[in-house]
């Protein structure tokens, strides 16, 4: 009788596992699909210029309605210079 308790025990311990396995990653699974990314945010700029920086020599200002941008160029060594209206490449 021995023989078939340790047996029995041993098939019973295995199939625990494996039931508690599927049961965790199931709640898991669960939790992961309900979960909302941190990094979603709704962005409702209405604005109508957008600063980019190119580097850290270049500047534009976009107009995101006409498509209009201006740059301007900063040296170190000079300072500042004028800001000059960029040519569109394309025509309406």
Not at 12 to 19: A, D, K, R, V
Not at 22 to 42: F, G, M, R, V
């Amino acid at each position: 009788m021995n023989k078939y308790f340790l047996s029995f025990a041993v098939i019973f311990f295995g199939i625990s596992i494996l039931f508690s396995a599927y049961i965790l990653s199931q709640a898991l699974k669960e939790i992961a699909y309900n979960q909302q990314p941190d990094n979603t945010t709704i962005n409702e700029d209405t604005s109508e210029w957008e600063m980019i920086v190119v580097n850290e020599n270049n500047i534009i200002l976009f107009n995101r309605y006409t498509g209009d941008y201006w740059t301007k160029s900063i040296n170190r060594n000079e300072g500042n210079t004028e800001w000059e209206k960029g040519l569109l490449p394309f025509n309406f």
